[in-house]
């Protein structure tokens, strides 16, 4: 693997490039509070809502887009109750709910869910934001199965008995016109190769394909896009990327994509159960809609030709 220290300070933007223009702030295309980007009287969950990307970036571009409702969900109830105040000051009108959740718990999934669907019965969007990343080696033999495995039962069954829930509820009214929301904070590790993060690279690929399954699911009834936020300055960083002295995004340019990708069903819809980095400029994405849904861009394949066609000859 090349020393990343000696890489330029912008390489994780630039190496990861689909569009021709990308972003580390907010730009006009995304910005929450214009009428296109509107989210009045919807109502949003978001986990992993106490610190990092969910309280500093997601919260407040929901919030700043007029959402009606959102329902905060992290472990830590001080926090979360301290985050509801700062949300009351962007807008003093927003209704929250802040529930102190581990979301790899069952019960505790379920209890969470009983009390939103009883304050909320129609819930527009969820964002699986919770996440932990606890790769102990970058070497295989030397990785404790149980720390390996943390990353799952967050990262993967978290976000499952999240979306569980959710659509539980939500399929009795999600239609093509208004179909249920979901987004799944990804990781651009899913699709390199960085031992010293092998846990977490590999609980994110296996959700960008939960993600991907789950909108094949539910063919125009459900809208479910996966995020990468690239590189921000949270408390599960890697020292081996912080030592690396790369660039931090600011995170509100990921809040307000996702306000973006869940203001519009029908402008975000080529992107269903497709994955994107949240630094792509969505009017170049969204130019080339054709490309990327002819194509099958944007999602986890096996680089090979199969089929037996290709042996006709």
């Known amino acids: 693997m090349a020393d990343l220290a000696a890489l330029p300070k912008d390489w994780i933007v630039t190496s990861g490039q689909f569009t021709r223009k990308a972003y580390t702030t907010v730009y006009p295309a995304i910005d929450p ?17 106490s610190q990092g990307l969910g ?8 919030v700043k887009a007029g959402v009606k409702a959102i329902v905060l969900i992290a472990r830590k109830a001080d926090k979360l109750a301290a985050f509801e105040e700062e949300l009351k000051k962007i807008n003093p009108d927003v209704e929250t709910l802040a529930l102190s959740v581990d979301i790899s718990s069952a019960y ?8 939103i669907n009883t304050k909320y019965p129609k ?17 295989t033999h030397e990785q ?20 569980h829930q959710y659509l539980k509820a939500a399929v009795s009214w999600a239609t093509t016109a208004e179909p249920t929301k979901i987004i799944n904070m990804a990781s651009s590790s899913a699709w390199g ?6 846990a977490y ?8 394909q939960y993600n991907t399954i789950v909108a094949a699911s539910y063919p125009g009834t459900v809208l479910s896009i996966a995020v990468n936020p690239g590189l921000n300055d949270t408390d599960i960083l890697p020292s081996t990327l912080r030592e690396a002295g ?37 009017e170049e994405l969204a130019a080339r809609k054709e490309e990327i849904t002819s194509k099958n861009l944007l999602t986890m394949q096996l680089n090979a030709t199969l089929g037996a066609e290709q042996f006709a000859n």
Do not use: Y
């Not at 009428?35 to 986990?47: D, M, P, R």
């Not at 994509?257 to 949240?278: E, I």
């Open 123 to 139: 819930v527009d969007i969820l964002v699986n934001n919770a996440g932990v990343e606890t790769t102990d080696s970058d070497k």
């Open 33 to 49: 509070t214009k009428a296109e980007n509107s989210l009045k009287e919807k109502t949003v969950v978001v986990t992993g809502a």
């Open 55 to 62: 309280a500093r970036g997601i919260a407040p571009a929901f």
């Open 193 to 198: 190769v960085w031992p010293f993060l092998a």
């Open 108 to 115: 505790q999934v379920c209890t969470a869910w009983s009390e």
């Open 201 to 208: 690279s590999n609980s994110k690929l296996a959700m960008i």
């Open 144 to 163: 404790d199965p149980d720390i390996f495995f943390r990353n799952f039962e967050v990262n993967v069954k978290g976000t499952h008995m999240m979306t």
């Open 246 to 282: 790369f660039n931090f995004n600011d995170p509100m340019p990921t809040g307000a994509t996702l306000v973006w990708l869940m203001a519009d069903p029908a402008r975000s819809q080529f992107l269903n159960g497709r994955v994107l980095t949240s630094e792509w400029d969505v």
